[in-house]
């Protein structure tokens, strides 16, 4: 092997879940602040709307990233993510296991930290790792704090507001 190569089989599961997380979270931060954020509130060409295509607008991050995480999952069962918060609009993105609650308070106590565990689902055990999802733009600020449904509305601009969660299910 060269020097500065890495066999994959040598990564471990964070490593790879941070490698994932990396991806996910550019691509997420860019949708953000270079469609959403310019197009709705800085040129004001078109908005975002969770009703999309009824309303003839873009998608929210949110939605774009639930896309995503849907066609991967088509795709693969080495591995899933799921964005999910404390204070979700649409309850199905709520916490439903132990270390996802434990994984998403972690990342608001402690800024700049991911969380990793593991946990055993359906007979199968699985690493699990929390990244926080912070407010990359206004725009993500403001469609929280002022949507119906919010349980929470005093986002600001850099705030948590929630957890990417990725699962690797782990090698007996």
């Known amino acids: 092997m060269a020097v500065g190569t890495a066999h994959a089989d040598s990564l471990s599961y964070e490593k790879v879940a ?60 080495a591995f899933s993510y799921s964005l999910l918060s404390l204070w979700p609009i649409n309850k199905q993105n709520a916490p439903k296991t132990d270390v996802e609650r434990e994984g998403l308070q972690y990342v608001v106590d402690n800024p700049g930290e991911n969380f990793y565990g593991e946990e055993e689902l359906g007979g199968a055990k699985y690493f699990t790792a929390v990244y926080a999802d912070v407010a990359v733009a206004q725009a993500c600020a403001s469609c929280h704090n002022g949507h119906k449904d919010t349980p929470k509305n005093d986002f600001v601009l850099d705030d948590v507001m929630g957890g990417v969660v990725i699962r690797i299910p782990m090698d007996e």
Do not use: C, N
Not at 35 to 48: C, E, G, H, N, Y
Not at 54 to 60: E, G, I, T
């Open 18 to 77: 941070d490698m994932l997380h990396l991806v996910m979270e550019s691509d997420r931060t860019v949708y953000t602040k270079m469609v959403v954020q310019r197009l709705t509130a800085d040129d004001k060409v078109i908005k975002a709307s969770e009703h999309f295509q009824d309303d003839k607008a873009l998608p929210l991050p949110a939605q774009m990233f639930r896309f995503g995480a849907e066609r991967v999952s088509d795709k693969t069962e």
